[in-house]
């Protein structure tokens, strides 16, 4: 046996008891409530918790975008992922105009090559459906790409129309691959935009303002009743509100496969920090944008009742100075995103399961064994079980937390949850059975993260 757990409390999504992990060539070899055979190494994990490892399956690392670069690239964005307790994630390539699919994989290959220091995966974003690309998207599927999105915002550049949607709704279908959707209306915030800046309107919060919940509601029932027309499934990302989240309740209650995740950006933070003093709020600029706190309880609720299965980050890191500043003179300029790659786990373990909003089992549904399911990396990944991929977080539920752009490890100037505190701390990261985090210490190395071929889509939460 290679390397041994012991002591500590395991966690799944259906059970928490005591045991000893034990682990060899990278794989959970055994659990038990006490394993006498001695280990090459053995890890304490007295009075912690041990949960597999975290999944986020929604990143923008090295990402182009509005005129400037995403902050972390495959090699600052997977440390500080894994400083954060995720030892998995799957990140978007983008497709620009008149480029292959394949063209589009090859570029985020290269982005990734010996940098990732976890292993990771590829959605694949289509912005010009093509007959020869819709083609192609069967043989993206068999290089286990299995999850195309598709934009109904970013008129101009990333969106698409209906007619190319529902049309790859079908292909996806039938490839095997589920269809994700950035459900906003375009059309009309294109229309908003214009009105905001022609009368002088520059601020951030005119970001928030011109992208109505409204727009997001629609734009996700439409998306819907396509998906439902094209008899496939769809994913709607990032929701932010409870209008929004009505059209997924309906849709699942009626029987259809819908599934949605939502960030802890939109659980925790709101509109009122577009407001900050000096242009402070265009740190918060994202799309969807912060919401009114009223909608937060409704998304907690989303969580605990299993309207919505996932809690992903839509990490895409801009650095106020220089980036952010880009929009000075008009909100339309700053770019779009925010980092959260490091603090997931940790914020949803004080606010999800401290707060009594759901249990630690519901967390690690929502943070791993869902997603795992969902993106076909299971059953290698999301679960503490005999056979799986030794991808394992010891988490210190009584260590004191405090979060911090100086702390952090993200490559970015800021964090949106500055000067947050609570109870927590990741104390030791497995990947594939290598120690990559110990206490504060980084143990692991560029180019060790592997580019994982994901099943075809069979899943439905």
Not at 108 to 128: N, P
Request: glycine residues 10%.
């Amino acid at each position: 046996m290679d390397i041994k757990i012991q002591g500590g409390k395991v966690v799944t999504a259906s059970e928490t008891f005591k045991a000893d992990v034990g682990i060899k060539n990278g794989k959970i070899v055994q659990l038990a409530g006490k394993i006498d055979q001695p280990a090459g190494r053995t890890i304490s994990a007295q009075g912690c918790f041990v949960l597999p490892g975290a999944i986020d399956v929604h990143t923008h690392l090295a990402m182009p975008f509005g005129g400037t670069v995403s902050a972390d690239d495959f090699e600052t964005g997977t440390r500080a992922a894994a400083f954060g307790g995720t030892t998995s994630l799957i990140d978007f390539a983008i497709q620009g105009k008149g480029q292959s699919l394949a063209q589009a994989l090859e570029t985020w290959h290269q982005k990734a090559e010996g940098k990732a220091c976890i292993d990771y995966g590829f959605h694949l974003a289509v912005t010009d459906a093509t007959p020869k690309v819709m083609e192609e998207l069967g043989q993206v599927v068999k290089e286990g790409v299995t999850s195309f999105k598709v934009f109904l915002a970013y008129k101009g550049s990333l969106m698409i129309d209906d007619g190319a949607f529902f049309k790859i709704l079908r292909r996806a279908r039938e490839v095997g691959a589920l269809t994700m959707l950035h459900a906003e209306n375009g059309e009309i915030i294109d229309v908003l935009i214009k009105e905001a800046l022609e009368a002088g309107h520059t601020a951030p919060i005119y970001h928030a303002l011109t992208r109505p919940e409204e727009a997001e509601a629609e734009a996700t029932g439409r998306g819907i009743a396509l998906a439902d027309m094209a008899g496939a499934p769809l994913y709607v990302v990032h929701l932010s509100a409870a209008l929004a989240l009505d059209q997924v309740k309906m849709a699942r209650e009626a029987g259809l496969p819908i599934m949605a995740e939502t960030c802890p950006q939109y659980l925790l933070l709101d509109i009122k920090r577009y407001q900050e003093p000096r242009f402070k709020g265009a740190k918060y600029v994202m799309s969807p944008p912060l919401r009114d706190k009223a909608n937060q309880p409704f998304l907690w609720d989303g969580l605990a009742q299993g309207d919505l299965q996932v809690v992903a980050t839509d990490h895409c890191p801009f650095n106020f100075k220089g980036q952010k500043e880009m929009g000075k003179d008009s909100f339309a300029a700053i770019p779009n995103g925010a980092p959260g790659i490091e603090h997931r786990v940790l914020l949803m373990y004080n606010e999800g399961v401290r707060k009594r909003r759901f249990s630690l089992n519901r967390m690690v549904d929502l943070l791993a064994t869902t997603p795992a399911k969902i993106f076909g990396l299971a059953p290698a990944k999301g679960s503490v079980a005999v056979g799986a991929d030794a991808d394992l977080v010891v988490l210190d539920p009584k260590a004191d937390l405090k979060i911090s752009a100086r702390s952090q490890h993200m490559n970015v100037d800021y964090t949106p949850y500055e000067g947050y505190t609570g109870k927590g701390a990741v104390a030791a990261v497995l990947s594939r059975g290598r120690v990559i985090l110990e206490g504060k210490k980084f143990l692991g190395q560029p180019g060790q993260g592997r580019f994982i071929k994901r099943k075809a889509f069979s899943y439905v939460a």
